[in-house]
């Protein structure tokens, strides 16, 4: 008998220590952490799809908005912006006097989004368990069901809206090969793939009237004329691609960017894996939230803005690139001076005029200038993981002047093109900013 209530006292206290040990809590990571991690997530699947940079920045800019829509309430003072934008209307609200996370709510919404505009969505589905684990962990049953819902709630809302932005009625649409009248663009080397997204200037824009609303003038016309600042143009780019020094390509190299390089060898050929232009300065964002100790709300505020400049910035140079359709640089190059030249950095496919990177990256700066303030000290490691490279910057404006430079230095793209493309980018956010009231 004493042996038996020695076991039982023996047992119930396993008990006791193996629900003590089951009553540990997931640890929780902060507002900002989690919305970081989600960003990256969401650039891990962008760069495993392959998805061509206009789509990316679509895909940035509708999950970023979802994710502040659903963030802001955490602060009364802080604005809804998709009310200001184009054709979203007024996005739902919580239940008043009714207790929220609102980090897991903008989560479920972030992802309720991602799910209709991405590809891979199981990869998102076991990030996503993970991070409601955590909060299901450390929420009450009724908190954490509120804020899912409200979440989802944001997130079809928003999904409503890129239903009717004009992509899913530009697809399918006949390939764009230009053609092969002098100085207009046709495909280039080494793939000679046709042209990409030549509808995206159709796109409705979140802030801007038009795509057309900042154009810049028209480029040098064709002219054979060798003092013409046509040949110039083309000329200036092969002599300088010809004498680079180090540092500049280590400039075009960093700032590449370019999701459709096939690397050949034999007949042997495979994709390099990059992040776009856009994740790039995605990439910026959380740097620069990270050095300030950004809070959830201001992180999701920073994420939405430069997602906006990004998504808006790509459809006004998009109008440009087709309205023009400008011959590379390789392609006079290879017709009139040499046929086996080859830039540096390989040309992405689509027209030249004007630099696409260019314009995205200088609305980012003016975003985030903004923001965090004018010169802004950071080591830019955005792609480290992927090329091994990072560089270090004063100012968001000097790292978007440098881009605009990498494009020259690669030889994929006239100084001309990269330094209006910037113009047209810096003139439209500052546009975008003032039109927004981001606070009471």
Not at 350 to 377: K, Q, R
Not at 378 to 383: A, I, L
Request: charge should be neutral; aromatic fraction near 14%.
């Amino acid at each position: 008998m004493r042996y038996l209530k020695l076991l039982a006292a023996f047992t119930s206290i396993v008990f006791v220590i193996a629900g003590c040990k089951h009553q540990d809590k997931i640890k929780m990571l902060s507002d900002a952490d989690v919305l970081h991690n989600n960003e990256n997530q969401l650039t891990t699947v962008i760069i495993y799809d392959v998805f061509t940079p206009p789509v990316a920045a679509r895909i940035y800019g509708y999950t970023a908005l979802a994710s502040y829509e659903a963030m802001r309430y955490a602060d009364p003072k802080y604005n809804s912006i998709v009310s200001q934008l184009k054709w979203f209307g007024t996005p739902p609200a919580p239940e008043k006097g009714k207790q929220y996370n609102f980090a897991l709510a903008a989560t479920k919404a972030f992802f309720t989004v991602a799910h209709k505009i991405t590809f891979s969505v199981d990869t998102l589905k076991k990030y996503e368990d993970k991070v409601y684990a955590m909060y299901k962990d450390n929420l009450d049953d009724s908190t954490f069901a509120r804020s899912v819902a409200f979440g989802e709630q944001i997130g079809k809302f928003v999904v409503k809206r890129s239903m009717t932005d004009n992509y899913p009625q530009t697809r399918g649409k006949p390939k764009y090969l230009g053609d092969n009248g002098p100085g207009r663009w046709r495909p280039t080397p080494p793939d000679y793939m046709d042209g990409v997204e030549f509808c995206w200037g159709e796109i409705k824009s979140f802030a801007l009237d038009t795509s057309s609303q900042f154009s810049p003038p028209p480029p040098p016309p064709y002219s054979e004329d060798k003092n013409s600042a046509y040949v110039k143009q083309y000329t200036d780019v092969y002599n300088t691609n010809k004498n680079l020094t180090k540092e500049q390509i280590e400039i075009a190299k960093f700032w590449d960017d370019n999701p459709f390089v096939i690397q050949h060898n034999g007949h042997l050929m495979f994709a390099d894996k990059k992040i776009t232009p856009g994740g790039h300065w995605i990439g910026i964002t959380e740097i620069a939230c990270r050095k300030t100790h950004a809070d959830g709300i201001k992180t999701a505020q920073a994420y939405a803005l430069t997602s906006i400049a990004l998504y808006d910035a790509f459809i006004c140079c998009w109008e440009v690139k087709y309205k023009y359709s400008y011959a590379r640089p390789v392609t006079n190059i290879n017709e009139k001076i040499d046929h086996t030249w080859l830039p540096l950095l390989q040309t992405p496919p689509f027209p030249e005029y004007t630099a696409g990177h260019s314009t995205i990256s200088a609305a980012s700066a003016v975003m985030l200038t903004h923001l965090f303030g004018d010169n802004f000290d950071f080591q830019d490691t955005s792609d480290l993981r992927y090329i091994g490279m990072q560089r270090h910057f004063k100012s968001f404006d000097l790292a978007a002047q440098e881009t605009a430079m990498s494009r020259y230095y690669g030889g994929i793209h006239y100084l001309n093109s990269s330094l209006l493309g910037a113009k047209q980018g810096r003139e439209m956010a500052e546009f975008i900013w003032n039109k927004l009231k981001l606070t009471n």
